[in-house]
T-cell receptor
């Protein structure tokens, strides 16, 4: 069975500061990993995905994530936060057999001026 | 040019009623899904259809019945609504590929409130 743990239900940063959202996964097979963003009252939008190619994955809006097998982690980072980054972020894992995603509980990113 | 659309956006109803939520995608994808997001924002898969056939049915009460008339549509019918059914329901779609999971495209969600 797969699972995802996102550390911290809320993360607060100042505008211009580094964003770090943590995700650890558990999977019995090499995983596919995703980060999605959900803006208020909207559906989820894919930020980036890891599918066993490069371990450092670049996504939209300046976000990137690094797959670290030894740490079973896939943390999301952005060098400089913008007010428009304030949203809920979800890490998700899938195995190779199906497209079903198992989501973490989400991390709300708060950005202050 | 909406990719995945859902109707209605909001649904308020009484306990015991029966209601349906509709989903349509114009992306030409083969696979569609229903997810439930609870009040704590936790997202959980409910159903998955590939080319109109049910391929995943998680532990969901049988009051919930998905129907896929064609591969562009996946509707969700809920009988005898209960308070605990209040949630946001998301439809999603993805292409079907043998190379592994593909990106899922989500609809805007339907906020169901059961009174």
């Amino acid at each position: 069975a797969q699972s995802v743990t996102q550390l911290g239900s809320h993360v607060s940063v100042s505008e211009g500061a580094l964003v770090l959202l943590r995700c650890n996964y558990s999977s019995s097979v090499p995983p596919y990993l995703f980060w999605y963003v959900q803006y208020p009252n909207q559906g989820l939008q894919l930020l980036l995905k890891y599918t066993s190619a490069a371990t450092l994955v670049k996504g939209i809006n300046g976000f990137e994530a690094e797959f670290k097998k030894s740490e079973t982690s896939f943390h999301l980072t952005k060098p400089s936060a913008h007010m428009s980054d304030a949203a809920e972020y979800f890490c998700a894992v899938s195995d190779q057999g199906y497209s079903t995603l198992t989501f973490g509980k989400g991390t709300m990113l708060l950005v202050s001026p | 040019d909406t990719a995945v659309s859902q109707t209605p956006k909001y649904l308020v109803t009484q306990m015991g009623n029966d209601k349906s939520i509709k989903c349509e995608q114009n992306l030409g994808h083969d696979t569609m899904y229903w997810y439930k997001q609870d009040s704590k924002k936790f997202l959980k898969i409910m159903f998955s259809y590939n080319n109109k056939e049910l391929i995943i049915n998680e532990t969901v009460p049988n009051r919930f019945s998905p129907k896929s008339p064609d591969k562009a549509h996946l509707n969700l019918h809920i009988n005898s609504l209960e308070l605990g059914d209040s949630a946001v329901y998301f439809c999603a779609s993805s292409p079907f590929g043998t190379g592994g999971p593909n990106e899922q495209f989500f609809g805007p969600g339907t906020r169901l409130t059961v009174l």
